[in-house]
């Protein structure tokens, strides 16, 4: 645990040390703000309800960006410098390395989430009177779908020791399983269409943003960062048999 | 200290990288660790370091099994691989720290200070690690082999793209840990492993070819060629020299100055005889050596095989 810990720390260290987090942050939290803005305008002109539900779709859409190049350097860093092999022959065992690392990236999106936080309390001190249940929950949601989100991309990272090659196979790993519910539609088998109903990453957020936190879904998300996480370890294993 | 016993490892069920390789080195030795690039030298020293399992055969470092104990294996040992592993966005301090950290140090801060104080680094403690020169992130490397003290260091190509200077200081650094330490050391410069090393072991082919005393390996061959200055006799001495048995030729490459060749089936180093017969002419002997590396001659004569 202790080491799991110091790894954790360094990296999460590296991240406010390299450009790319904090021009990827910075992309993030702008991007946001520019679509608030614009949902603010619309809520006031079209004197509707003010809520978070739009903010939080358009959170959904840019985190498949975002996610993957927040993990891509991970692993594929530590590989290209060589460090993968101290780590690795230091008495610290795999998962450790691999739940170090999915921490530290762990912690710096729970971190660009808090900063959205300001959104909510704008509508508050507006005096917009939003329902604080369903902004809740979509937090909840927001959080584990990130988080299954930095699961896959670290991943990908574990697979490349090229961090572009690792963050397009993040992106498209991650896009893959966020529409994988579109063909459902068209597919008259109900088994195979209920599976790819569920194995959706998106759809799992439905109930988040109605207010709902339903078990089945928090299930659903750590399962998805349990497997990814595991298959993580199993290819630093790989070394051992290849 | 490190146990080798038939090491052999597969990759991919048909490269074999090395076969059935046993070595022993006990403690407090320095072995030079050689082999022609691709003979297994990186493999060999990836299973000691627990990085990886071997096929078949088993390895122990300060009796511990790398694979089945391989935590406690590795706490016995130091390693510096090949690429130089550091993170190129910490001080020197801070990486030393981590370092220390993940391997459990008590006193990390102690363990830090002495590394650096070991490996010259104090100066630079603060430096950010990718601004270091080649030789001082080389010295980083080193310090964070030997940070936790370890009865084994395995050291890959330590003196690699150095300096002459920085080499010299490497090797009275290896030469100093040496005193306390069971090192392997693999290396391609020769000279180094005469200079530092107490024993050498060749790979070839993933396979063990010499495993000897400096000593042995220095004797088991006698010379091929002998530099002789002598003051005297003069247009006399190829003559002379050249009757005697196991020398095939005699140069003469300036006045008093001899090339001395020996004859491939010379029985035993003319040498003896040489000296003898200069004396017995009344010349004045000034010189009278092997010439060439004879560490060098052994590694061609046993990585030449097939």
């Known amino acids: 645990m202790r080491n799991l810990w110091a790894i954790a720390r360094r990296e999460l260290g590296a991240y406010f040390v390299s450009p790319i987090a904090y021009l990827v942050g910075a992309a993030f939290l702008a991007m946001m703000g520019f679509f608030f803005y614009t949902d603010v305008i619309f809520t006031v002109l079209s004197r509707s309800e003010p809520t978070m539900r739009y903010i939080f779709g358009v959170m959904t859409t840019i985190l498949l960006f975002v996610a993957p190049v927040l993990t891509m350097r991970l692993l594929a860093e530590e590989q290209r410098l060589g460090t993968l092999e ?66 896959i991309g670290l991943f990908s990272s574990s697979l490349s020791q090229n961090q572009v090659v690792a ?14 519910s579109l063909p459902a539609d068209g597919i008259t088998n109900p088994t195979l269409q209920q599976i790819l109903n569920h194995i959706d990453l998106r759809n799992h957020l439905m109930n988040f943003r109605r207010g709902l936190i339903d078990t089945s879904d928090v299930v659903y998300y750590l399962s998805v960062i349990a497997a990814f996480l595991f298959l993580t370890v199993q290819i630093l294993n790989s070394r051992r048999w290849r | 200290m490190i146990e080798a016993e038939g090491l052999t490892k597969i990759y991919g069920n048909q490269v074999v990288a090395i076969e059935d390789v046993t070595f022993r080195v006990e ?10 690039n691709g003979a297994g030298k990186t493999t060999t020293m990836r299973i000691l370091t627990g990085y990886m ?4 055969g088993r390895a122990r ?90 009865d084994v260091l395995i050291l890959d190509e330590p003196t690699i793209g150095l300096d002459p200077r920085q080499v010299r200081e490497v090797r009275d650094l290896i030469q100093e840990l040496g005193k306390t330490h069971t090192i392997l050391l693999s290396t ?24 000897m ?21 003069d247009r006399q001495v190829p003559e002379i020299l050249s009757a005697l ?50 560490l060098e001659d052994l590694f061609l004569q046993v990585t030449a095989q097939d």
């Open chain 2, 53 to 56: 399992p071997p096929t078949r």
């Open chain 1, 167 to 180: 963050a397009v196979v993040g992106i498209g790993l991650v896009i893959l399983l966020a529409v994988a």
């Open chain 2, 245 to 294: 048995p196991g020398v095939r030729r005699v140069e003469r490459l300036e006045p008093g100055v001899y090339e001395i060749e020996v004859a491939n089936n010379a029985r035993e180093d003319p040498s003896p005889a040489i000296a003898e017969t200069v004396m017995r002419q009344g010349w004045r002997l000034l010189e009278l050596r092997p010439v060439g590396l004879t």
């Open chain 2, 61 to 150: 470092i300060a009796g511990y099994d790398t694979v089945l104990q391989s935590l406690e294996a590795r706490r016995h040992i130091g390693y510096l691989p090949e690429t130089v592993p550091l993170y190129p966005e910490m001080s020197v301090r801070a990486y030393l720290n981590f370092m220390a950290e993940i391997r459990g140090l008590s006193n990390r801060k102690a363990a830090v200070e002495r590394a650096m104080a070991l490996t010259g680094l104090e100066d630079r403690a603060d430096v950010l690690i990718g601004k270091l020169s080649k030789g001082y992130r080389q010295r980083v490397g080193l310090a964070q082999a030997i940070l936790h003290n370890p």
């Open chain 2, 27 to 36: 403690r407090g030795q320095i072995v030079g660790f050689l082999g022609p």
């Open chain 2, 213 to 233: 005393t400096l000593g042995e390996a220095l004797r088991s061959r006698r010379p091929d060629r002998i530099f002789l200055r002598v003051e005297g006799g």
């Open chain 1, 86 to 151: 101290l780590l690795l022959t230091a008495p610290v065992r795999d998962w450790e390395v691999v739940l170090g690392k999915y921490l530290a990236a762990l912690v710096f999106y729970l971190g660009l989430l808090i900063a959205t936080g300001a959104y909510p309390l704008l509508l508050f001190w507006m005096g917009g009177n939003p329902d604080i249940g369903p902004i809740l929950s979509g937090y909840l949601g927001m959080f584990l779908f990130g988080a299954a989100l930095l699961s």
């Open chain 2, 188 to 211: 391609h410069i020769l000279a180094e492993v005469q200079q530092i090393c107490d024993r050498v072991l060749i790979i070839h082919r993933g396979r063990v070819r010499a495993d």
